[in-house]
């Protein structure tokens, strides 16, 4: 399975947006690029995913590179309850049983 | 709907016993996974299942694990016997197959102590 890096740890000031970055240089074509996030003591909870084109849903957007081989979550106003862990996850598309390789993600600390 | 729902908890037990860890997947969804996370390996994917089937067990760390899913709202991770590195939190996640979709779903997790 491709593999994705991320910073292990990054900071932000409440109501700032936060730019979550990912590379995944080996990517495949037909490769889809969830994100995920892990708050305190809970379980990981899907945030978005796309193939090619940029995506926004309520929680966030993501901007994808023209070549692919780069990825970034943004959180358009971040709020104290957005520290989490975040997972940059690359789900093959013949993979038809969903099953997602969580790598070590980004911690996402918010200050006040 | 409930979301998924995992018992115990929390589990607390003496190494050698045998741990019944469950899980009740959203009601419609067909494929389940079982995760186990500690702080030096992560999240790590032990098996899964489509349709009540396990697909993918590479992940069960040997015999001692064992996973069940009986029908499509109950699944079992059995651990016999148990070892102290078998502690860990125990997360099941559940989800629906759509094209492109495959959102999961995660349990709060069983967090499980063996002394």
């Known amino acids: 399975d491709a593999k994705t890096t991320q910073p292990n740890s990054m900071e932000s000031n409440e109501e700032e947006p936060v730019h979550l970055p990912c590379n995944h240089s080996?990517?495949?074509?037909?490769?889809?690029i969830h994100w995920y996030r892990q708050l305190p003591s809970q379980g990981p909870e899907y945030v978005i995913h796309?193939?090619?084109s940029n995506v926004n849903n309520r929680m966030a957007s993501l901007a994808i590179a023209e070549d692919r081989k780069s990825s970034t979550l943004i959180l358009h106003r971040a709020t104290l309850r957005d520290a989490a862990v975040y997972y940059c996850?690359?789900?093959?598309?013949?993979?038809?049983?969903?099953?997602?390789?969580f790598g070590q993600g980004t911690e996402l600390s918010v200050k006040p | 709907d409930a979301g998924v729902i995992q018992s115990p908890r929390h589990e607390v037990t003496e190494m050698g016993q045998e741990v019944t860890l469950r899980c009740k997947p959203i009601?419609?969804?067909?494929?389940l996974f079982w995760y186990r996370q500690t702080m030096m390996r992560g999240l790590e994917l032990l098996i899964y299942?489509?349709?009540?089937?396990?697909?993918?067990d590479s992940g069960m760390p040997e015999d001692r694990f064992s996973a069940k899913m009986p029908n499509a709202s109950f699944s079992t991770l059995k651990i016999q016997p148990s070892e102290p590195r078998d502690s860990a939190v125990y997360f099941c996640?559940?989800?629906?197959?759509?094209?492109?979709?495959?959102?999961?779903?995660f349990g709060p997790g069983t967090r499980l102590t063996v002394t």
């Open positions: 996640a559940s989800s629906q197959r759509l094209a492109g979709a495959y959102e999961q779903y």
């Open positions: 080996t990517i495949s074509g037909t490769d889809y």
């Open positions: 796309g193939l090619t």
């Open positions: 996850i690359l789900r093959p598309n013949y993979n038809q049983g969903g099953k997602l390789i």
């Open positions: 009601s419609g969804h067909n494929s």
């Open positions: 299942f489509n349709n009540n089937v396990p697909i993918d």
